[in-house]
């Protein structure tokens, strides 16, 4: 389970100046308020534009930086007071994949089991299981050099779940994926949910609304840094009064604009 409550982040920012005159500093309130709690055996998306604070708030998650103010715990682990001990509750898929790319598929996955602590083989066992469940049979020994980005994005997911974690964190897995690939991943994280997958606790943030539509059991609405709406899809269409989602997140994130 993963529990956020109203976390806040700014950063100082220095852009612009010249050779002879300094820039003026910035503050950037990047989050203002976001909550979420994921429960197990749940998908729960992070909705919101570009820019509304999502990535930002993963990588609080992911124990990066810390808050400003507020809360988020693991497993009722406060990442804050015991960021490792919280990280290896996790498998986390950022929205850089960073594969090692002199090392083949498998090389990549048992390298990060080991980091997780596991032995070798227990690592390469598992590499070979991740491999079945994603269908990554044909490039499992193949180094990572010139992989697809939906190959990437397997073998960065199947990395990410090399310990068997009890949550899974995603920062917009889908960018760049082609059809195939998104249906695959999203075929993965309903696997993962399910009891016969482990009924993992995901969450996983997006701009895209048919990501929501399809997978998501719990959407937490996020605009300008704030948490602003969340419930499961039906809840939301209900709260906003509109029928097609997107005009239902439009008017959730953007009441001014609507107003207007």
């Known amino acids: 389970m993963i529990h956020i409550q109203d976390v806040h982040k700014q950063f100082v920012a220095q852009s612009g100046g010249s050779l002879f005159k300094r820039a003026p500093k910035r503050v950037v309130r990047a989050v203002q308020g976001v909550s979420l709690r994921a429960d197990n055996g749940r998908i729960t998306g992070l909705l919101g534009a570009n820019g509304a604070g999502k990535t930002t708030t993963l990588r609080m998650l992911a124990g990066l930086f810390p808050p400003d103010a507020g809360q988020m ?9 015991a960021p490792l001990k919280a990280l290896a509750r996790m498998g986390i898929l950022g929205d850089a994949h960073g594969l090692y790319p002199r090392l083949s598929a498998r090389e990549n996955i048992v390298y990060y089991g080991r980091l997780q602590g596991m032995d070798a083989g227990a690592a390469d066992a598992r590499a070979a299981e991740l491999a079945r469940l994603l269908d990554m049979g044909g490039i499992l020994d193949r180094r990572a050099e010139g992989f697809s980005q939906g ?5 960065a997911l ?3 779940l090399v ?7 995603l920062d917009e897995p889908t960018n760049g994926l082609d059809v195939l690939a998104t249906r695959a991943l999203r075929e993965a994280l309903r696997w993962l949910r399910s009891p016969e997958g482990g009924s993992k606790c995901i969450v ?12 998501c059991d719990e959407v937490v609405v996020v605009s300008k840094g704030r948490s ?3 419930g499961s899809v039906p809840e939301l269409l209900e709260q906003a ?3 097609r989602f997107e005009d239902a997140f439009v008017k959730l994130a953007f009441p001014e604009e609507v107003a207007a």
């Open 73 to 81: 715990a693991v497993d009722g682990i406060v990442v804050k007071d």
């Open 151 to 155: 190959e990437r994005m397997k073998t």
């Open 158 to 160: 199947a990395r990410a």
């Open 163 to 169: 310990h068997d974690p009890a949550n899974i964190v």
């Open 204 to 215: 996983f943030s997006t701009h895209i609304m048919q990501e929501v539509e399809h997978l």
């Open 228 to 230: 602003v709406a969340n």
């Open 241 to 243: 009064g509109e029928s």
